[in-house]
């Protein structure tokens, strides 16, 4: 596949941060003995990836802003480009050595993704796309799956935890949509479950309260792999609402409708 420059700086901001995790990754048996503790490690392996993106996307574009989950905004001269990064998605999973994580980097234009980059340096799978230019895993082409009825799809969640999210809304959620679904998978990682609609591997997903890091290069993967997202309230102010439903044309809807079902009143 033919990439932009732009492109390519993403590339390899991703694949150099994503070499930085796999060596940190693979200190994760070790944690329990840490002076400091598991979560400063993490907190440090997080902020190690993030400094190596921001200095490899910034050395090439430096009049751009800078929106990373580990630090604070950074308004470009530019004014009309920002990069929304998420150094290392999936922290939970890394602390505990599950190799569902991934680096996220997208590129906005004028209040628009163009661009965007997930990298999971376990499995050594890149997820690629650009606005007209399709969507792409390792320079192999993908597509959203085609399935076309709810009842035959795998459908990808986030589920609140302990201190985060309206617990009661998800099992609402929940209870609607897994009556009428085939299964329903939970990974821990929003950008690579966005990843994995664009390349078909779950139909549909659903998440609340997510950030824009976490999000934003999912959103142009499914674009431009044939696939349809929005907000719970089917806008597109995604950003805005904290939320996301994506899937092909038919499931999205669908998986929309189900999702925001009312609760029966006796």
């Known amino acids: 596949m033919a990439r932009s420059a732009l492109l390519n700086v993403m590339v390899q901001a991703a694949l150099k941060a994503g070499k930085s995790l796999s060596r940190d990754f693979g200190e994760v048996q070790n944690l329990q003995v840490s002076v400091k503790g598991p979560s400063d490690f993490v907190s440090q392996a997080d902020l190690r990836a993030e400094k190596i993106v921001h200095d490899e996307l910034m050395k090439a574009r430096p009049t751009y802003g800078f929106l990373g989950e580990e630090s604070e905004e950074v308004k470009g001269t530019d004014g009309a480009h920002r990069w929304i990064v998420d150094p290392l998605d999936g922290t939970t999973n890394f602390l505990h050595g599950i190799p569902q994580f991934a680096v996220s980097i997208?590129?906005?234009?004028?209040?628009?993704?163009?661009?965007?980059?997930?990298?999971?340096?376990?499995?050594?799978?890149?997820?690629?796309?650009?606005?007209?230019?399709?969507?792409?895993?390792?320079?192999?082409?993908?597509?959203?799956?085609?399935?076309?009825?709810?009842?035959?799809?795998?459908?990808?969640?986030?589920?609140?935890?302990?201190?985060?999210?309206?617990?009661?809304?998800?099992?609402?959620?929940?209870?609607?949509?897994?009556?009428?679904?085939?299964?329903?998978?939970?990974?821990?990682?929003?950008?690579?479950?966005?990843?994995?609609?664009?390349?078909?591997?779950?139909?549909?997903?659903?998440?609340?309260?997510?950030?824009?890091?976490?999000?934003?290069?999912?959103?142009?993967?499914?674009?431009?792999?044939?696939?349809?997202?929005?907000d719970m309230k089917g806008t597109t102010d995604i950003f805005d609402s904290g939320n996301i439903v994506a899937g092909n044309e038919l499931i999205q809807k669908a998986l929309l409708e189900a999702a925001n079902r009312p609760v029966p009143t006796r």
Not at 161 to 186: Q, S, T, Y
Not at 211 to 222: F, N, R, T
């Open 106 to 230: 997208a590129l906005e234009r004028n209040g628009e993704i163009v661009a965007g980059v997930v990298f999971n340096p376990a499995t050594d799978e890149l997820f690629t796309a650009e606005k007209g230019g399709g969507a792409f895993m390792n320079d192999r082409r993908i597509r959203v799956a085609a399935r076309r009825v709810l009842s035959d799809c795998v459908i990808g969640c986030g589920v609140p935890h302990l201190g985060r999210g309206n617990h009661g809304k998800f099992l609402v959620e929940l209870r609607h949509v897994m009556g009428e679904v085939a299964g329903i998978r939970r990974f821990g990682a929003a950008a690579l479950d966005l990843a994995y609609v664009a390349a078909g591997r779950l139909d549909g997903f659903w998440e609340n309260d997510l950030s824009p890091w976490d999000m934003a290069a999912g959103i142009v993967l499914i674009r431009e792999a044939g696939g349809f997202v929005s």
